[in-house]
């Protein structure tokens, strides 16, 4: 018989969070506008719009019908200027038009980073780090995001190299080294491009979402190993 997992808590589900987290969403909102962060620092979000989702196996992440966001505060500890960092995320998405944001903290050729799905470019994701007046586009494989599909994605930042999994395997097709972004003096949006631009926010769901050190392709996998069941995959 499958393991119920209605009403177990989210430690239970998942490993605790890596030595290193700086932000791990991996549950249903607890009440009110705020998903808690897991974390030790307490990067707590407030909830714009999006709404609780819950998966067959019991798993909750957050819905989003392209106006919502997450907004998590000026959150410090991500700023991530010349530190090495990983961002990870279960994504299913709805719909694959136009250029729509899973993570945002700075603005673009002014200050900090953006985590985005690039639709133009036939549904690859993109990682683009910031200073004033440039940018710099590090990139996916085409068809990296599958509609309608739960996968693990996780992009990774190793000195100047920027690595993208799905499913953990390695599906990086850029070779753009990075540049130091500024640091970002905005709010860390979750499932947002650019606030008020309807066509820049995610449509659908997003589930355990971490941000933290540069991990390896052995943790990645593991880590894969572990989730993947939950999801179906």
């Known amino acids: 018989m499958p393991l119920r997992t209605k009403g177990l808590r989210r430690s239970l589900i998942f490993d605790p969070p890596d030595i290193g987290c700086v932000l791990r969403m991996s549950g249903r909102p607890q009440g009110g506008p705020v998903i808690f962060d897991d974390s030790p620092y307490g990067n707590h979000g407030t909830i714009v719009g999006a709404t609780p989702v819950r998966l067959p196996s019991g798993l909750w992440g957050l819905g989003f019908d392209g106006d919502d966001y997450v907004d998590c505060g000026a959150f410090t500890q991500g700023k991530f200027t010349s530190e090495n ?3 990870g ?6 719909a694959l038009v136009g250029d729509k944001g899973f993570i945002t903290h700075g603005a673009d050729a002014a200050s900090g980073y953006y985590y985005r799905m690039q639709f133009a470019d036939a549904s690859r994701l993109e990682f683009v780090t910031c200073q004033a007046g440039a940018t710099q586009v590090n990139y996916s494989a085409v068809n990296t995001l599958v509609l309608n599909t739960w996968k693990r994605y996780w992009v990774v ?9 799905a499913n953990a395997v390695n599906v990086t097709a850029s070779a753009v080294a990075i540049v130091d972004p500024v640091a970002a003096t905005t709010n860390l949006l979750i499932g947002c491009y650019t606030v008020g631009v309807a066509h820049a926010n995610f449509r ?4 355990d979402i971490r941000l933290n050190k540069a991990l390896s ?5 593991d880590d894969f190993a572990k ?5 179906n995959v």
Request: without cysteine.
């Open 89 to 94: 995320m279960w994504i299913y998405p709805l």
């Open 217 to 221: 392709a052995a943790e990645i996998a």
């Open 85 to 87: 960092f990983s961002i």
């Open 204 to 207: 659908k769901a997003l589930l």
């Open 227 to 231: 989730t993947k069941h939950l999801f």
């Open 157 to 165: 930042r190793s000195g100047a190299n920027l690595l993208f999994y």
